[in-house]
């Protein structure tokens, strides 16, 4: 199985900061990784699909980059309503596998 | 907008089978692949599987042998069925609409997420 590693495991960060978070693929998946959000009692949200593109209906503060084993999610300047966990996952190989996740608090 | 919605037993006895019902609304589940994802406690999201409407499946094959995804049509709906369970298959089962723009797929589509616990 490809091995999906996101660092950090927690961030806390402020409203209106600007947050990063990475994801390593064991091997290379090209563009084939996916962003999710998951918040407690809610349905996930995609975010980003291709790497790169934006989920239709998404806010434009969220974008993602990389390609290959290196992956970037960034949220341009965090809302109250960005406080959740978030998840990469490849679709390149089968099975699918997801990152441990990125939990982002309020400092 | 497609809604998906898990339903089951919220409690299985360990060597039983866990069995699920994700009905779909919003949408036709023809023409698409249907998929299922577990969350344990305190850890990360794993793929189980997927099914397409002409019966076709793909399955994570550290469960393959004791699984089997399937579509009812008529009904909207498509299941899960994990046989021989322990302690270990305790999660939070999520449905999903697994989706592809060419070769790119991913879960655009999510349920609520029902968990299911093993225990006597």
């Known amino acids: 199985d490809i091995q999906m590693t996101q660092s950090p495991s927690s961030l806390s960060a402020s409203v209106g900061d600007r947050v990063s978070i990475t994801c390593r693929a064991s091997q290379s998946v090209s563009n084939f990784l996916n962003w999710y959000q998951l918040k407690p009692g809610k349905v996930p949200k995609l975010l980003i699909f291709a790497a790169s593109s934006l989920q239709i209906g998404v806010s434009s503060r969220f974008s993602g980059s990389g390609s290959g084993t290196d992956f970037t999610l960034t949220i341009s300047s965090l809302q109250p309503e960005d406080f959740a966990t978030y998840y990469c996952q490849q679709s390149y190989g089968n099975p699918y596998t997801f990152g441990q996740g990125t939990n982002l608090e309020i400092k | 907008q497609v809604q998906l919605q898990e339903s089951g037993p919220g409690l299985v006895k360990p060597s039983e089978t866990l069995s699920l019902t994700c009905s779909v609304s919003?949408?036709?589940?023809?023409?698409?692949?249907w998929s299922w994802i577990r969350q344990p406690p305190g850890k990360g999201l794993e793929w189980i599987g997927y099914?397409?409407?002409?019966?076709?499946?793909n399955y994570n094959p550290s469960l393959k042998s004791r699984l089997n995804i399937s579509m009812d049509t008529s009904k909207n709906q498509f299941s899960l069925e994990l046989s021989s369970v322990t302690a270990a298959d305790t999660a939070v089962y999520y449905c999903?609409?697994?989706?592809?723009?060419?070769?790119?797929?991913?879960?655009?589509?999510w349920g609520r997420g029902t968990l299911v616990t093993v225990s006597s």
């Open positions: 099914t397409f409407y002409i019966g076709s499946t």
């Open positions: 999903a609409r697994r989706y592809c723009i060419g070769v790119n797929c991913f879960v655009d589509y």
């Open positions: 919003g949408g036709s589940i023809t023409g698409y692949y």
